[in-house]
Nanobody, 124 residues
């Protein structure tokens, strides 16, 4: 599993961004994946996750109604559509794989492969 997150950048409050995460491995469709974020001076926190086939999702309360996680197993790619962004969403966003899970898990310890992160900055 080798994950690479892309799509971060600077956006004004209320704007949108779409993050993507490509898995260069050949087993992407066999496990759950998710997004986490880490703001300056804060611990890494869960954002959203999706089951191996994409049929089930789980969101942090802060993401519900604004963010949408999806995956394209044919392209071995994970997405995070973020709408109505707020300055509090400013963080480095990481994609991660829980290779031992099929369902949309949300605990950090359940994820064993991590991408390098992409910075999202939301200006007020």
């Amino acid at each position: 599993v080798q994950l690479q997150a892309l799509g971060g950048g600077l956006v004004q409050a209320g704007g949108s961004l779409r993050l993507s995460c490509a898995d260069s491995g050949r087993t992407f469709s066999t496990y759950a994946v998710g997004w986490f974020r880490q703001a300056p001076g804060k611990e890494r926190e869960f954002v959203a996750s999706i089951s191996w086939k994409g049929g089930s999702t789980h969101y942090a309360d802060s993401a519900k109604g604004r963010f949408t996680i999806s995956r394209d197993n044919a392209k071995s790619t994970l997405y995070l559509q973020m709408n109505n962004l707020k300055p509090a969403d400013t963080a480095v966003y990481y994609c991660a794989a829980a290779t031992g899970a099929l369902g949309p898990v949300y605990e950090t310890y359940e994820y064993d492969s991590w991408g390098q992160g992409t910075l999202v900055t939301v200006s007020s």
